[in-house]
């Protein structure tokens, strides 16, 4: 009478990590989507930078473009904020549903809005209030996303599974890019200028109300659900204040990452163009060939943190991000072909996996349950607007200045401080408070 009870409950097991791996790809593909729509904007505001803004010369107007793609980021912190607090209170799965939610709007106001020669001064107001509803979704959506995946994943694979994390990110970059190569071959300059930069925004909202409907049958994590059931309850605010440390260690821990980040990747397009001297065809290919050997490299590092330990290959980033900046910047300031600028960029970004890969999974190992996607998505949120929604701006204000080589060394110390708290803070892995939910 007792064999078939281990069957019954092997085939429970089953379907739980069943179940689990979809909820993981549902969470995942979700946040691909959003990516893209927050990347589509960089990707195009080569094209649009003219249609929203007074004619003027290409700096002047991609100027304009970065404040706005700053401003985005101002939002960032308030969303990491409100989807935090949602996320511990009602659920991760009702915060990542919210968050692709506002993305589709974002992204449909930004499709239907007319250029500056027809509306005016509405047209930049307009095309900053879809911003900062983009903003807002992002914000919310990494904390969760990095709770959601962290505690969604076993023990032994955590490292592994949260790297999809930034496979979906850097996946939803090269959508945009390849919608990108695919209009710059099909159109004609003036169709992209006039009408075929808005296409890749329609793009976005339809995948987004897709996302919608993937997300719906997502299951919830069990650390929430624990924390739903425990009988002592407090104010979030409370359990935020008791952990500055790991707060602070959080900023500490991005800043030089998230920077890095964005000069490889969103801001790589417009220096080749910009500053190489690169066609928009030819910069667009190489950005394209980096970020898809970029993303394939997540996983297998996430991997070997689970192997190693998180701290070695913060370590490892750092140090090699402190000591090869400028060198890698400045060369790639005078190289003349395709190929160098190519290794060039990769060689940047394998230093830069050093942080991608693992980050969201430290943060998350950080916080206890009840205050996960809060204390993960606020301050990074903080420390990616002050540092990674700037750095276009920057980049392009020290160029305008005629010191563009100031901005290499602005990243070199960013990184280098970073540097100092994974030296001195605990392996994740072997301290991780995802153990106790």
Request: net charge positive; hydrophobic share 50%; proline share 3%.
């Amino acid at each position: 009478m007792q064999s078939p009870a281990p069957a019954s409950a092997d085939a429970t097991t089953t379907r739980t990590t069943s179940s689990r791996l979809r909820s993981i790809f549902s969470g995942s593909v979700g946040n691909m989507v959003e990516w893209y729509d927050w990347y589509v904007y960089a990707a195009f505001s080569l094209y649009f930078a003219q249609v929203f803004f007074p004619k003027g010369d290409l700096t002047a107007q991609l100027l304009n473009t970065a404040a706005i793609f700053a401003v985005g980021f101002l939002m960032r912190p308030l969303g990491g904020w409100l989807m935090g607090l949602y996320a511990d209170r009602k659920g991760r799965k009702a915060a990542l549903m919210a968050s692709v939610l506002l993305m589709c709007f974002g992204s449909l106001v930004i499709a239907l809005t007319p250029s500056y020669e027809t509306i005016g001064v509405a047209a930049p107001i307009l095309l900053v209030l879809a911003r900062l509803m983009q903003g807002l979704s992002v914000g919310g959506e990494y904390g969760t996303s990095a709770t959601y995946l962290s505690e969604m994943a076993s023990k032994e694979h955590r490292g592994f599974f949260s790297s999809f994390q930034y496979v979906t990110l850097i996946s939803g970059q090269l959508i945009a890019l390849a919608v990108l190569i695919v209009l710059q071959q099909t159109l004609t300059e003036e169709q992209l200028i006039s009408w075929g930069w808005r296409v890749p925004f329609v793009i976005g909202a339809m995948c987004a109300v897709v996302a919608l409907y993937l997300r719906r049958g997502m299951e919830e994590t069990e650390s929430f659900t624990k924390t739903q059931q425990s009988k002592k309850k407090e104010r979030t605010i409370t359990i935020l204040m008791r952990h500055p440390k790991e707060l602070l260690t959080v900023v500490g821990l991005t800043m030089g990452g998230t920077l890095a980040f964005y000069t490889y990747t969103t801001y790589m397009q417009k220096y080749l163009v910009n500053t190489v001297g690169f066609s928009k065809g030819e910069s667009t290919a190489i950005s394209a060939a980096t970020l898809f050997l970029f993303m394939c490299l997540q996983p297998v590092i996430g991997a070997l943190s689970d192997k190693i330990g998180r701290r070695p290959i913060l370590i490892a980033f750092g140090v090699l991000g402190t000591l090869f900046t400028v060198p890698i910047l400045t060369t790639l300031h005078t190289i003349e072909t395709w190929w160098g600028a190519f290794f060039l960029i990769m060689a940047a970004l394998i230093i830069v996996s050093g942080y991608t890969s693992i980050n969201a999974i430290v943060k998350a190992e950080l916080f206890p349950a009840q205050i996960r996607a809060l204390g993960v998505g606020l301050p990074y949120a903080l420390t990616v607007s002050i540092f990674g929604g700037t750095a276009e701006l920057i980049a392009l204000w020290f160029k305008q200045a005629g010191m563009e080589s100031g901005y290499y060394w602005y990243v070199t110390a960013c990184i280098a401080c970073s540097l100092l708290v994974y030296v001195f803070m605990k392996d994740t892995r072997d301290n991780s408070r995802i153990d106790a939910d």
